[in-house]
């Protein structure tokens, strides 16, 4: 099945309306930029459950760093932009040199460090088109949790009670294990 980046790779290769979202976000050629999230996990659990049909995305997530222009209105406009070539996917656009001051967190270095700093290390991860169009995925915790159907917090939201707390309201809202019903949930102690 899925053992390693490489096969969560050929997998998402393998699905035609990915690549075509995919090729349509490099069509903004932003600096810095990945589709993250659930867009990359939610795949990669519909596969290991057997879905036939894939789940229904809530969003897809474009992030970009570029410390040039942190004007949120600057995103909607990129937001209408794909919008306007693919008006039937749910696009989110954000900045990561800007969304440090959301989360109330120190500056991310990089879109790589914003997704490092995402509450489960399952969603951590990203894909996107490099300069000879070929895919790239990042995954800062790795990708052996969501591989085998593992929610954990990542690193970053171990390190306070606040964070922690967070993490597990999210675990709660998003009810995951509802629609995945083999994820294995972890839960931080001492929140």
């Known amino acids: 099945m899925l053992k390693n980046k490489e096969d969560v790779i050929k997998l998402i290769k393998s699905d035609d309306n990915m690549m075509e979202i995919i090729k349509v976000a490099s069509t903004l050629h932003l600096p810095d930029w990945w589709i993250c999230a659930g867009f990359v996990r939610s ?40 919008k306007d070539i693919m ?7 954000k900045n990561e040199a800007r969304m440090h001051v959301i989360n109330h967190l120190p500056p991310y270095a990089s879109s790589e460090d914003g997704i490092s700093k995402f509450p489960e290390t399952a969603t951590a991860l990203g894909v ?13 915790c790795g990708v052996e949790d969501v591989i085998h159907l593992e929610l954990k917090p990542t690193p970053h939201f171990i390190e306070s009670e606040e964070l922690a707390a967070i993490y597990e309201e999210r675990m709660i809202k998003k009810n995951w294990k509802a629609i995945w019903p083999k994820l294995k949930v972890h839960h931080i102690k001492n929140n």
């Open 43 to 82: 795949k990669i659990w519909d596969t290991l459950h057997g879905f036939s049909e894939r789940t229904e995305a809530a969003d897809v997530d474009v992030i970009y760093f570029d410390t040039t222009n942190i004007d949120e209105g600057f995103e909607k406009e990129l937001e209408n932009k794909l």
């Open 87 to 93: 008006p039937t996917v749910p696009w989110s656009v």
């Open 128 to 140: 996107k088109l490099d300069k000879d169009q070929n895919l790239v995925l990042t995954a800062p």
